[in-house]
């Protein structure tokens, strides 16, 4: 039912449920119906119950991991055999980097008390890799499994180190440094 | 301010607004009433409740969330199932507040909470800051919610 | 006046029982499905040491040994708390993957280390910990207290390996500071300083702290940025990847792991267990309790 002008669309009186008094007393309802089946569905679950009251504090805290992310070791024939998509990162300082690195390695250093740089880990995605292969100095603990971990851990899929670094990758034959 | 109030096109702009914080809610209260020992220790790690209240609100807001969030979609009792989002939504802010003063950080791993794969931080906040903002905008311009009470009032409204 | 003292004698005794029944065996706390639990539990059990047969039947023998006597505490105490089945087994497993004796002991270098309790103490325990971890800033300071004023004075002393954990801000400051307060010689009160501050952490407080405990500001400036410093830093993390330190706060007991709970209770327990290994040899003796 329309009336004259401007109060046409308003609707005469505003329904009970749109009422101030009554959407408080509403969401009141709902919040004990709520409750109410809260408490119901905990008594009737014996294998998902818990106490209404806890009796004892809960753990919250667990020991803080280093690593969160897993990666797998290459032996040195596998790293030597890489085809189109695996991206080579080495891991080693600047000074062994230069001696020696396989052609087309990118270098990422590893640093035991930094994580690795936004760019480092840019410079690896950018390559698009279908695999990643990290070189380390192959001390034990190994560079090389370290950085491995650490990129496995920011979400970088199939990441690999190489067992034994790149002592091991080089072979038997090291050339004059 | 009374013409942008009675503007008709509010019932079908706050839909979709309605549609989308009742899924939000139905999607997230999900696991909590599959695992409340799980969410329990969630909301522990907040450090917010007192440690008698924590199983309590663990067990019932999962289930208020729930029917407030099929409330909202099915448009029964519209405002008041958005009165309750807000008020959660409230509640949530000022939880992740408190954790971010006081420096809970959940994805370094420390936490034996599980929801390290969804990390607290600004974002999260500027996110519940947007659905609190879009349910109060149900709340205040939805004036004819589309939905089970239109369709209710409608018929009892033609058979008089 | 008889009648008084007699009184005040009565009353002393009265509380000494008290307070010997609060100490009583966990396992008398128990009943109804919880009790049958527990002894569920104890046939299921075999000590990793000093007798050969299940929990029940070493409990049953003429002389129990103390071994079974603390195991028997142990899952009385876990059932009490709630824990199902499966949690008191595999908390008693990793207990006893801790506590039986391996031959290859971890290398742990402690040239430099500061002692906390008593340095001559059989038992050593070595923690690596993270200057930013929440969990550290409960375990140390707790275990730091047992050795030197708790249960542990003159059986165990503690000793610090900085393990600072890359993804946590300030962790490598942190751990700069551990190795700077430990060359200047006043570690244990830093670092109790820096855990007790653990919620107001600021890399520009470190120094503050510093002097907070009686450490010249200026020697531990140069200290916190010395290549020295970081070189031992470092030393001391590829140390804890050499031995396993997957996570901190990571314990080692006389060269072994620690995988068992890092709660007080527990921790009192297996360190008291081990002096009783190493120190007294009455491990595997009969126990008066």
Redesign the interface.
């Known amino acids: 039912m329309t009336g004259p002008g401007e109060a046409g669309a308003r609707v005469r009186l505003a329904p009970g449920y749109l009422r101030p008094a009554i959407v408080l007393r509403d969401a009141a309802l709902v919040v004990l119906l709520g409750a109410g089946i809260a408490l119901a569905s905990n008594a009737l679950r014996p294998s998902r119950r818990i106490a209404l009251v806890a009796s004892q504090p809960y753990e919250v805290l667990v020991p803080c991991p280093e690593h969160k992310g897993t990666a797998s070791p290459l032996s040195p024939a596998e790293a030597r055999a890489l085809g189109p998509g695996d991206v080579l990162v080495d891991a080693r300082s600047a000074e062994e980097h230069r001696a020696w690195h396989p052609p087309g390695a990118l270098w990422v250093p590893f640093d035991y008390l930094e994580p690795v740089s936004r760019e480092g880990l840019g410079r690896v995605l950018s390559r698009r890799p279908r695999r990643v292969i990290v070189l380390g100095d192959g001390d034990n603990p190994d560079s090389g499994e370290q950085l491995a971990r650490q990129l496995a851990g920011k979400g970088i899929k199939n990441v690999f180190f190489v067992a034994g670094g790149a002592p091991a990758l080089r072979g038997g034959s090291r050339g004059t440094p | 301010m009374r ?1 942008l109030l ?1 503007w ?1 096109g509010h019932a079908w702009l706050c839909l979709p607004a309605r549609l989308y914080l009742g899924f939000v809610f139905l999607y997230a209260c999900w696991h909590k ?5 799980a969410f ?2 969630d909301v ?2 907040y ?1 917010l409740l007192p ?2 209240l ?3 609100a ?3 807001l ?3 969330e ?3 969030g099929v ?1 909202i979609v099915v448009g029964f ?5 958005a ?2 989002v807000a ?1 959660m939504m409230v509640v949530f802010i000022a939880a992740l507040g408190w954790a971010l003063h ?2 809970l950080d959940m994805s ?6 599980a929801s390290e794969a969804d990390p607290i931080s600004g974002k999260t906040l500027l996110r519940d800051g947007g659905w609190l903002a879009l349910s109060l905008y149900v709340i205040i311009f939805d ?2 919610p589309l939905g089970l ?1 239109r369709i209710v ?1 409608r018929t009892t409204t033609s058979t008089t | 006046m008889c009648r008084q003292s007699t009184l005040a004698l009565l009353t002393v005794i009265g509380v000494m029982l008290a307070a010997a029944s609060a100490a009583a065996a966990p396992c008398d706390r128990l009943s109804g499905d919880r009790r049958a639990l527990a002894e569920k539990l104890f046939r299921a059990t075999f000590p990793y040491d000093c007798c050969d047969e299940t929990l029940d039947r070493c409990l049953k023998q003429k002389s129990v040994c103390r071994l079974a006597r603390r195991l028997r505490d142990d899952i009385c105490r876990r059932v009490v708390r709630g824990d199902d089945e499966k949690k008191v087994k595999a908390a008693l497993d990793r207990r006893a993957r801790s506590m039986t004796p391996t031959t290859k002991r971890a290398g742990i270098d402690l040239a430099g280390a500061a002692a906390a309790g008593d340095p001559k103490s059989k038992v050593v325990v070595v923690a690596y910990a993270c200057a930013r971890c929440p969990f550290c800033s409960k375990v140390v300071p707790e275990l730091h207290h047992l050795v030197t004023a708790g249960g542990l004075k003159g059986k165990a002393v503690l000793y610090f390996k900085p393990f600072p954990i890359s993804g946590h801000a300030g962790s490598a400051e942190g751990g700069m500071a551990f190795v700077a307060a430990q060359r200047l010689g006043r570690f244990w009160p830093y670092a109790l300083k820096l855990y007790a501050e653990y919620d107001r952490f600021a890399v520009a407080k470190l120094p503050e702290w510093a002097a907070a405990v009686g450490i010249d500001r200026a020697a531990f400036g140069k200290e916190l940025s010395s290549a020295e410093g970081r070189k031992r830093l470092v030393e001391s993390k590829k140390e804890g990847l050499r031995n396993g330190v997957e996570a901190t706060p990571t314990l080692f007991i006389n060269g072994r792991r620690y995988h068992g709970d890092l709660d007080r209770e527990t921790l009192l327990d297996v360190l008291d267990e081990e002096a009783d290994r190493v120190e007294k040899r009455t491990h595997c003796e009969a126990g008066f309790r």
Not at chain 2, 33 to 37: H, Q, R, V, Y
Not at chain 2, 77 to 81: E, G, L, N, P, V
Not at chain 2, 108 to 113: D, E, K, Q, Y
């Open positions: 013409k009675d008709r009433i599959a695992d409340p020992a329990a220790l522990a790690t450090q440690l008698q924590v199983n309590l663990a067990l019932v999962p289930w208020v729930l029917l407030a409330m009792r519209t405002r008041a199932a009165l309750l008020g006081l420096g370094c791993g420390c936490f034996a909470s004036r004819r009470d009032e």
